[in-house]
């Protein structure tokens, strides 16, 4: 980035001291010279002005002037996601006015600048929904449609106007409710190229589990030519869960989430917590969720899954439920009861008849 940085503040201090001069104006073929996944030499040609200095500041460019006139700028092969810029100023001797030609190169992937948004009538997206319940580390919540720094969204030089963000180490779990299938664009925000010690920092891990067994796993590092995507197939699961681990240090583990989206028929997932994920399933008790039945407890209202309905009233009675407590609501004990305050019969006496011989 030392070249950029540079570049900049010899252009600004060049500007700052120009003056313009209609007569000493310097005009090229164009102000803006692209490499688009190519590299070598391409030409600009000074249309006007004579007497002028050049600068040029950069470790992967060059220029030099033939004796026409003619500006030839050389660069080096290039492999990465994020173009790099530099300036070539011609700057006219008599007047200190000056001209800016800026070199563009690029790896030639023809990314979009911008993501499409995503529409679909079963599609829920990460940023409608409530992320409360993530566990995640240094921001105060997960962020919808900005980076951990407040900035638009940019995975790999593409902006995505969907998505949300996170800081490793970060949790996510989601009851699926029959959704079937997840998928996202992901990586180590753009936003940490601003930063200087880039090869050091912005290193997390990922994995992807479904009821707790691994599925996906993979690194997010800020220098990868390409995201992460997952494409993650749900059906039968009941519980997705995300997972960010940070790597040598938390520093710059800033994760962004294009796109990120459920494909469901109809109740939509949900964000859980570890405790809910763990907790028995609605209308079936402990034991039953346990493997352990058919054994019904004693809790209100509920409809037990192992075939046995109603109340077991031999608990202790702080763990009873308010019917249990009162005796006449309970099934079992009102049975009881009312056996215990009817008259036992007495057995019939039998009469032996005389036998026939």
């Not at 252009?11 to 073929?29: K, M, R």
């Not at 995503?118 to 409608?128: A, E, P």
């Not at 054994?295 to 075939?307: D, I, L, N, Y």
């Amino acid at each position: 980035m030392a070249w950029a940085l540079l570049g900049l503040g010899c252009l600004v201090c060049v500007e700052a001291n120009a003056a313009a001069a209609p007569g000493d104006e310097i005009q090229l073929s164009t102000d803006v010279l692209r490499f688009d996944g190519d590299y070598g030499t391409k030409e600009v040609k000074v249309l006007k002005g004579k007497k002028y200095e050049l600068f040029s500041y950069s470790d992967w460019m060059t220029c030099t002037q033939r004796k026409d006139g003619t500006l030839e700028i050389t660069t080096k092969p290039y492999n990465f996601f994020y173009p790099r810029q530099a300036s070539v100023i011609l700057t006219s001797k008599k007047t200190n006015y000056s001209k800016v030609l800026t070199v563009i190169q690029t790896d030639g992937s023809r990314r979009p600048e911008v993501a499409p948004r995503l529409t679909g009538k079963n599609l829920l997206l990460l940023n409608d929904m409530d992320l409360s319940k993530a566990k995640f580390y240094y921001i105060k919540e997960i962020h919808k449609n900005k980076s951990v720094d407040n900035h638009p969204i940019k995975i790999k030089a593409t902006r995505y106007e969907q998505g949300i963000a996170t800081h490793a180490p970060s949790t996510m779990i989601f009851r699926l409710n029959g959704a079937k299938r997840f998928q996202t664009v992901m990586s180590i925000d753009d936003e940490i190229m601003s930063r200087n010690e880039t090869v050091t920092h912005g290193h997390a891990a990922y994995e992807v589990l479904l009821d707790g067994k691994k599925v996906k796993e993979g690194q997010l590092n800020l220098l990868d030519n390409e995201p992460a995507v997952l494409d993650i197939d749900t059906k039968g699961a009941k519980f997705m869960t995300l997972k960010f681990i940070d790597g040598s240090s938390t520093y710059g583990d800033h994760i962004s989430m294009g796109n990120a989206a459920f494909e469901y028929d109809g109740v939509a997932p949900v964000m859980v917590t570890e405790e809910e994920m763990n907790a028995p399933e609605p209308n079936k008790c402990a034991k039953c969720a346990q493997g352990e039945g058919p054994k019904p407890c004693c809790k209100e209202g509920v409809g037990h899954k192992c075939g046995q309905p109603g109340h077991k009233c031999d608990k202790p009675a702080g763990e009873q439920c308010p019917k249990c407590k009162a005796a006449a609501a309970c099934p079992k004990t009102k049975a009881t009861q009312a056996r215990k305050h009817q008259p036992r019969k007495k057995a019939p006496v039998r009469k032996n008849r005389a036998r026939r011989r």
